[in-house]
């Protein structure tokens, strides 16, 4: 979907400090002479302050075409509506995609109980978003907030932006990946031959405004955490070369699923997930049998099962779209708020983070339903997960923490 810019939407500049190469790398050019001519061929390198520039990008057709094409080669994806049972699960990241900024979900249960097929069915129900043509950030034309460093200096500039509709990215991080391959990395052997100074963006750019999602979580390196750590609280991720210094926006809806038996997960990375999802193993045996039958039918037939359940899923489709236009019109009562932040201090939940959470997840499950007044049961159904991974470990307590959780909320609201 990232593409760089063509020449012609590219800021004027030498025509020397430009790459012969039409490659898919973005690269830094000097902003004027004065700049280019402190950059000597390989003697004297000295250090420099650059601004990002494309150079060449397909035409809005032709990302059009790239994408169509990539859809219909990708491997087919089980159906959303098809899961049987897991409606925690289903739940949960439904309301993330409806208001992204409940901050992802952690789902936790046994091995073999469908958490990442789940999550990649979750593909097919993303909505559709604006971002800049060629732009390999996904920036937002009309949010600042997250525009990319050359997309921003074009809007300074009061250049006209080409602007494209496209699903939001679901970007799969492999448990093996290099801090290079995650965070980007700079060509500094082309910075001191030729002067210019390519950046190839990396995982969390091709995230930015769209879904991470880390299978295994629990298993992620100590370095790999650090960096989604630093992304996920401020929103941007800086890449540190050799004196160079790059940053784009990094927003992403994180998404996790793991094992308990394998490990845990570092508290500091597990309060950055808006909710939590716990999942068990289906113990009725009718609906084992359905599950199996289900998922016989999609291995020998991927197409045609996936047609059988398209009606349900432009259903859901057109119900997650009026959601998210809708969000903004729910309300919540401000006695309900003070419960949820009572329920939230007498369970000493460490920060504010669940109360706003919980305010955010309420809201979205109201809009889902086609209110615009977030009720009491509402609350019921996400506080559990939006509260149970924040409180505190006791190793002597054998009940749930989600059980304590329900307990305090019944006591609160009465």
């Known amino acids: 979907m990232a593409s760089p810019f063509s020449p012609a939407s590219a800021p004027a500049a030498s025509p020397a400090l430009f790459a012969t190469s039409t490659s898919r790398p973005l690269f830094l050019t000097a902003a004027t002479a004065a700049i280019s001519a402190r950059i000597p061929s390989r003697r004297g390198f000295r250090r420099g302050r650059f601004t990002v520039c494309n150079v060449a990008a397909p035409s809005a057709t032709e990302q059009d075409t790239k994408a169509k094409a990539a859809k219909e080669s990708q491997r087919p994806v089980y159906p959303f509506p098809a899961i049987v049972g897991q409606d925690e699960m289903k739940l949960c990241l439904l309301l993330n995609v409806i208001d992204p900024k409940i901050g992802g979900v952690m789902i936790m249960g046994d091995r073999g109980t469908g958490k990442s097929t789940t999550v990649r069915s979750l593909v097919d129900l993303l909505p559709d978003i604006s971002v800049v043509v060629g732009d390999p950030f996904n920036s937002d034309p009309y949010d600042p907030e997250v525009m990319g460093p050359e997309v921003r200096n074009r809007v300074l500039n009061g250049d006209t932006l080409p ?53 295994e979580v629990n298993l992620l390196d100590d370095h790999l955490v650090d960096v989604l750590l630093d992304s996920a609280a401020s929103g941007w991720n800086t890449v540190e070369r050799e004196g160079i210094s790059i940053s784009h926006p990094a927003r992403f809806i994180l998404i996790g699923s793991g094992n308990p038996e394998e490990g845990e997960l570092r508290p500091q990375l597990l309060d950055r997930f808006g909710m939590h999802a716990q999942v068990g193993t289906v113990r009725d045996a009718e609906l084992r049998v359905k599950i199996v039958e289900e998922r016989a039918r999609f291995d020998r037939d991927p197409k045609s099962f996936r047609q059988s359940y398209l009606d349900e899923q432009e259903k859901l489709q057109e119900q997650i779209t009026s959601a998210r236009s809708n969000l903004g019109s729910v309300q919540l009562d401000h006695e309900l708020r003070v419960k949820i932040s009572k329920v939230c201090a007498e369970l000493n939940v460490d920060g504010l983070r669940g109360d706003i959470v919980t305010n955010r997840a309420a809201k979205a499950l109201a809009a889902l339903k086609g209110r615009d007044t977030v009720t009491v049961e509402d609350i019921a159904t996400v506080i559990p997960n939006c509260l149970r991974h924040r409180l505190r470990k006791d190793p002597l307590e054998s009940i749930d923490s989600g059980l304590l959780v329900v307990e305090k909320f019944y006591e609160v609201f009465g």
């Open 163 to 215: 602007v494209t509709t496209t699903k939001i990215t679901m970007v799969d991080l492999p448990l093996g990946a290099t801090e290079d391959r995650v965070c980007g990395t700079i060509d500094i052997e082309k910075a001191l031959t030729e002067g210019v100074k390519a950046f190839e963006p990396g995982l969390l750019a091709k995230a930015n405004r769209g879904i991470l999602y880390v299978d």
